[in-house]
């Protein structure tokens, strides 16, 4: 019997490290492809536990040609990449397009043509969701995808619009499944938390958005990566299938997030929520002055996006029993303990990771990720 042959796009981010240490971890002979736009820097290499079975391959998503020699020897796809989470890398509609739509439909054919079997996609609540209503302890089986100019961000658009792809995708000949992650946090992350805590430190975390009855979801790390596997292992037999995965503890994510700031000593944030609808309009006064000056004079990274003031503005969380029924899931961190393991993490620079939906979620001043 052939040995197990991962590849991940997006392998070099944060969560496609921790897939990879895990994935070498659970089976000696398993082999690991990490499919980026640039290899793991030497911090990152502590996430592989044995580079002897992990390889690097470049891939750029947008190239049909660079997918398919990048998938070369794959027996099985965890499709992680995606392009437009949050700041100016929102607003660049081509490239959120190119990657999240053209990559998937490359990864879709490319696979197909290698004869690989298995493609475990990692979606977003941002698939279904809009903003435009509250969404309270909702199933697959509740939403349906809005329609295209529903949505107020292109992110949330291409990456329904792959999701949508994936799931037709599933037949005899290649066997699907999509996972949709609440907003993800953890330890390890090493460029964005830093840059968070410096405002923290600096007195510009004093506002929350929305009001205290907001309720959204969280998925710790190490829980996603659980789901992901089961999704893996749950094919054939569920192909076609899309899950919603969280902590499965809805919370007010200012409270969540103040969790972590009081542990490291800061009291004062959050202490003012301003109603979601004047931060909608800010926001849009933002991305128009942000177009204007994008053109003509300097591409900055807008302090929010309309898109980003929805997502923590308006309540929206999920049931997850099919996860539980059909995957085995159950919840192996509890959100306690995961929240201890971010804040008792000793290299504060190291600390912790925020990110709305596979991958960046608050303060909307963090820089765009790979």
């Keep these: 019997m052939t040995s197990p042959c991962f590849a991940i796009t997006g392998g070099c981010g944060f969560i496609g490290l921790r897939l990879v240490r895990y994935l070498l971890d659970i089976d000696s002979s398993t082999r690991v492809l990490l499919l980026d736009i640039r290899p793991p820097s030497n911090d990152e290499q502590q996430y592989i536990s044995d580079s ?10 947008r190239s049909y040609d660079s997918v398919h020699s990048a998938l070369s020897n794959a027996t099985c796809v965890f499709h992680l990449a995606s392009y437009g989470m949050s700041g100016r890398e929102m607003l660049n509609t081509s490239m959120i397009f190119d990657v999240n739509v053209i990559g998937t439909e490359n990864i879709i054919q490319a696979c197909l043509k290698h004869g690989i079997k298995k493609i475990i996609y990692c979606s977003t609540y941002n698939a279904v969701y809009t903003g435009n209503q509250a969404l309270f302890n909702v199933t697959e089986d509740d939403c349906s995808y809005p329609n295209e100019n529903e949505y107020c961000d292109n992110y949330s658009r291409t990456k329904s619009l792959a999701e949508q792809k994936i799931l037709k995708a599933s037949s005899t000949n290649l066997y699907t499944a999509a996972i949709r992650p609440a907003g993800i946090y953890g330890d390890g992350e090493q460029r964005h ?8 430190r600096q007195g510009l975390a004093f506002f929350a958005i929305g009001n205290k009855n907001t309720l959204c979801d969280w998925v710790y790390a190490d829980n996603l990566i659980d789901a992901l596997v089961l999704a893996e292992k749950s094919l054939p037999e569920h192909s076609g299938e899309v899950y919603f995965i969280s902590d499965d503890r809805p919370v007010n994510n200012f409270e969540f997030i103040s969790q972590l700031t009081k542990g490291l000593g800061y009291d004062y944030c959050f ?8 931060m909608f309009y800010f926001s849009y006064m933002i991305e128009i002055i942000h177009n204007i000056f994008s053109k003509y004079i300097y591409n900055f990274s807008p302090l929010m996006t309309r898109a980003e003031v929805l997502k923590v503005g308006v309540t929206h969380y999920a049931n997850i029993t099919k996860a539980k029924k059909k995957l085995g899931y159950r919840v192996k961190v509890s959100p306690d303990e995961a929240m201890q393991k971010t804040i008792q993490c000793n290299d504060v620079d190291h600390l912790f990771f925020l990110s709305f939906y596979q991958i960046e979620y608050m303060f909307y001043f963090v820089e765009n990720k790979n």
């Design 52 to 61: 002897n079975r992990s390889v690097y391959r470049f891939c750029d998503m």
């Design 193 to 200: 938390f830093p840059r968070i805590l410096n405002l923290v």
């Design 271 to 278: 202490a003012v929520y301003i109603p979601t609808i004047i």
